[in-house]
């Protein structure tokens, strides 16, 4: 079965740290991959997406997220972390197997927190 | 451009009692899907519209719940008579083809007690 797995709940940084939010996946086939942020009182927001070519993909925010296919993983980084980058942060997998739709397969989020 | 809209943004209600959320995505955007994240777990598919063709299904579930796109324009989602396992936060998302992202509305939060 298709599944994503995001395997912190939260995760607290240093501003100005680098920051890393895991996510991995299981799908048959090639993946397609998203990363969506969620600020408070506010729908998803999409960061990147990974399809084909590059497995570093770089997003919005001056975000990037390298796919990696032998450890079935699509983390989320960041150099250097701000602390309006605070938010919940959601990693997708496109359904592959269900015809015609292509549908997201979420994973529970993390909650990203950034200290001043 | 405008993005995705839905209302309410939030919803409180009586167990048996009927609500219908609405959606306007993006002007243009032929697909639109609904999903939902319950009690802090992960967003789930609900059903997917190609204009006012209900392309999936597969995720809504059970008969309480109703979606309809009549036009291809916006969607509802009515839920009669709600339970109290259907509180959570609904999204909807809209995009132009089903290859590109999808693009979120803020969700309406529905508490059924």
């Known amino acids: 079965a298709q599944s994503v797995a995001q395997p912190e709940d939260q995760v607290n940084v240093a501003e100005g740290n680098p920051l890393t939010v895991k996510c991995t996946y299981s799908v048959s086939g090639n993946p397609y991959l998203f990363w969506y942020v969620q600020y408070p009182n506010r729908g998803l927001q999409f960061l990147l997406k990974y399809i084909t070519g590059d497995n570093l993909v770089k997003g919005s925010y001056g975000f990037e997220a390298e796919f990696n296919k032998s450890q079935t993983s699509f983390h989320l980084k960041k150099p250097s972390a701000l602390v309006s980058d605070s938010a919940l942060y959601f990693c997708a997998v496109r359904d592959m197997e269900t015809s015609g739709t292509y549908k997201y397969i979420f994973g529970t989020g993390t909650r990203l927190k950034v200290l001043a | 451009e405008a993005g995705v809209t839905q209302f309410p943004s939030h919803s409180v209600i009586e167990k048996g009692q009927t609500v219908t959320l609405r959606c306007d995505p993006i002007?243009?955007?032929?697909?639109l899907y609904w999903y939902r994240r319950v009690m802090g777990k992960e967003i789930k598919f609900l059903l997917h519209?190609?204009?006012?063709?209900?392309?999936?299904e597969s995720g809504m579930p059970n008969n309480r719940f109703l979606a309809e796109r009549t036009g291809g324009t916006y969607s509802t989602l009515k839920v009669q008579p709600a339970e109290l396992e259907d509180s959570g936060v609904y999204f909807c998302?809209?995009?132009?083809?089903?290859?590109?992202?999808?693009?979120f509305g803020p969700g309406t939060r529905l508490t059924v007690l």
């Open positions: 519209f190609v204009k006012e063709s209900k392309q999936d």
């Open positions: 002007s243009g955007h032929d697909n």
């Open positions: 998302a809209s995009s132009p083809t089903k290859y590109n992202e999808q693009f």
